[in-house]
């Protein structure tokens, strides 16, 4: 790492968007810096407002220090670079940030900046002063190549407003559980985001009200189940969608239950000011716009990013949580469909859902036996996983042994098989931990219409587009109405998983399934 501190003005940037571990913000002009959050509240003396003047401090605060800030985005750099990347067919939907040194006053300075912006339900952490940034491309933007440009120096002049939807699509797949092969639960088949979307309703946590979104739904390939999936996603979309424009966040979870709190508002409502916008010309009413983003982020899932491969992964799982939720959760869908042969379809491996779905099935064991594994290589001596030994399934991501397993992913879909039971429990680890990732990924797409396209310049865009291999970066849509579109879609937040949480993953899912079984 540089060790040079980055001289950016406080304000150039403004808060994007934060999670629970970071904090986004932005300059308008296709850049983002992801920040580190405190793991714990802050201290009482510095909980208060600070006194500013002209947008600086009156009085430095004191500083949060800690080092798990700046190993973690070391970690995260490192992940990206020789775990995601590889695993993902090196495509260019990913992208590796710069790592940056910020200094303290630019961190005391935007901490005060951001703060009438940031939820109320986020303010218990703040940022962490000491820990670098990571600075990255804004995926709100379509990335601004010599493709891209010379795209516009051939007659198309006419641009729309962005328009980005932003999707976490969640884990695509039913997982494999001991419990469930008893005969009360495989009556009751549900995907785990759907199982653990009903308890946290029916306890009281995080969310009042249930989404019928299913992950399997839009994993299917299935252009039916996939606009369902979406509508849902639109209607109640939680933590796993938002929607931008020209890089400002117009809808999403936080800005309905803020307009709740004034007046009852339905989420169509929200959508509305989007009719305004030059992106969305010939269409006249929220429902329009609904729809004719589902169609363009449908046809944008299933593109082509990689070179063909050889195979389709077929989709015939088919989740009951949609009928648990009426009954549990006491709500009924408005976009509830008959489904026809359970939304059973064929994924394409080559898409962006492909390449995701394919890395999240790295792991086929249960929670229960991934606990097994991970106590028997951690009560062996291994608690501090040396590197000499090679069990080490977190960090340093640059490892030989990482190396070795990436490879082996490759080459042969799996891990080698001549090797003791130690590694190859840490091999297994190292499966789950990777599948956790891309099943808490997400994937922003971003789009831009071009606007009464002369025939010749359109022919050049075509021609452009199909002579080259498949990207992510710069692919043509057309609508239903003709309408042509640029997309670029990206993957983002692949951040490392840590093995020390398997024992709160198990400790979480046991209690889930401990509930499930009482109910059923």
């Not at 990571?134 to 440009?149: R, T, V």
């Not at 991934?370 to 490892?399: C, M, R, W």
């Not at 971003?446 to 310049?457: G, W």
């Not at 291999?469 to 239903?480: C, E, F, G, V, Y």
């Amino acid at each position: 790492m540089n060790d040079e501190l980055e001289s950016f003005s406080v304000t150039d940037w403004k808060y994007k968007a934060e999670g629970n571990k970071h904090i986004v913000i932005c300059d308008g002009k296709g850049k983002v810096l992801r920040l580190v959050k405190l793991s714990g509240p802050l201290p009482e003396q510095e909980s208060h407002s600070l006194q500013s003047r002209d947008g600086y401090p009156a009085k430095s605060p004191s500083l949060f220090i800690t080092e798990h800030g700046s190993t973690e985005n070391k970690d995260e750099l490192d992940f990206m670079e020789h775990v995601v990347l590889p695993l993902m067919n090196n495509c260019d939907a990913c992208h590796i940030p710069k790592y940056v040194q910020l200094s303290k006053l630019f961190y005391e300075e935007m901490r005060i900046r951001i703060d009438k912006d940031r939820p109320e339900h986020r303010k218990h952490k703040s940022l962490d002063c000491n820990a670098p940034g990571l600075l990255m491309h804004d995926h709100c933007f379509i990335p601004f190549s010599k493709q891209y440009q010379s795209l516009f120096a051939n007659g198309l002049s006419s641009r729309s407003d962005l328009v980005t939807v932003e999707i976490k699509p969640k884990r695509g797949y039913m997982a494999t559980d001991a419990a469930m092969t008893e005969a009360k639960f495989s009556k009751h088949k549900v995907c785990q985001y759907c199982r653990t979307q009903i308890y946290r309703v029916v306890h009281g946590q995080r969310f009042k009200k249930c989404s019928f979104y299913c992950p399997l739904d839009l994993f299917s390939g299935v252009e039916e189940c996939m606009n369902l999936a979406l509508k849902e996603l639109f209607r109640t979309p939680q933590n796993n969608f938002r929607i931008f424009r020209n890089g400002k966040l117009e809808f999403s979870q936080d800005i309905i239950d803020a307009s709740r709190e004034t007046c009852n508002i339905t989420p169509d409502h929200l959508l509305q000011p989007l009719l305004s916008s030059n992106f969305f010309d010939d269409y006249s009413c929220v429902n329009d716009i609904i729809n004719l983003l589902i169609d363009l982020v449908c046809q944008s899932l299933l593109l082509p990013i990689v070179e063909k491969h050889d195979h389709e992964t077929v989709i015939s799982e088919h989740c009951l949580g949609l009928y648990l939720k009426e009954h549990l959760c006491k709500q009924t869908p408005q976009n509830a469909i008959q489904r026809t042969t359970n939304c059973a379809g064929k994924l394409p491996a080559n898409c962006i859902l492909g390449l995701i779905h394919s890395l999240q099935l790295l792991d086929h064991h249960s929670i229960s036996d991934i606990k097994h594994h991970y106590d028997t290589v951690t009560s062996s001596g291994q608690l501090n996983l040396d590197l000499n030994e090679h069990l080490a399934f977190d960090a340093p991501y640059s490892s030989d042994e990482w190396c070795t397993f990436i490879n082996s992913i490759l080459k042969n879909g799996n891990s080698a098989s001549d090797r003791d039971e130690k590694h190859k429990s840490a091999d297994l680890l190292r499966k789950f931990l990777v599948a956790k990732s891309f099943s808490d990924c997400s994937v922003m797409i971003s789009f831009q219409r071009i606007i009464d396209p002369s025939v010749k310049s359109l022919q050049h865009l075509k021609k452009t587009l199909s002579s080259r291999s498949p990207t992510a970066h710069l692919n043509i849509l057309q609508d239903k109405k003709g309408q042509n579109y640029i997309v670029s879609v990206a993957v983002v937040d692949t951040d490392p998983k840590f093995s020390q949480k398997i024992p709160d993953y198990y400790n979480q899912h046991t209690k889930i399934m401990e509930w499930w079984e009482k109910i059923l």
